[in-house]
């Protein structure tokens, strides 16, 4: 919406930042956005400093926290939820295939 279209005209001031890659989200409630982070998350597939930032507690406590019924504060489940989107979209061709892959014997044929 309105947040991409100032980064990318901010973008665009500078001849060394390439356009930015503009992401649409799934669903319209917070909870149906951040559902895909969710997945990503309980997959393991989401990594965190070993070292702890100063930022990490806050936002361990507010993605522990998130219940996605208009919590005071979710910026931080918001940008994970748009960074899992985009890595959904790319990595789709190679590891999100639309039906589970099915092994298959010499000779046989489901």
Not at 16 to 24: L, M, W
Not at 26 to 50: F, H
Not at 53 to 62: C, D, K, M, S, V
Request: glycine share 8%; aromatic share 10%.
């Amino acid at each position: 919406g309105g947040f991409q279209d100032a980064v990318a005209n901010e973008c665009r001031r500078y001849i060394g930042i390439p356009e930015p890659r503009r992401v649409t989200p799934y669903g319209s409630t917070k909870l149906q956005r951040a559902w895909q982070a969710v997945q990503l998350c309980q997959g393991g597939r989401v990594y965190l400093p070993i070292e702890e930032p100063p930022w990490l507690p806050p936002f361990e406590e507010q993605l522990i926290d998130f219940t996605g019924l208009d919590d005071e504060h979710d910026d931080m489940v918001d940008s994970i939820a748009y960074m899992a989107t985009s890595c959904q979209h790319l990595m789709r061709p190679a590891n999100f295939a639309a039906q589970p892959p099915m092994l298959l014997t010499a000779g046989y044929s489901p």
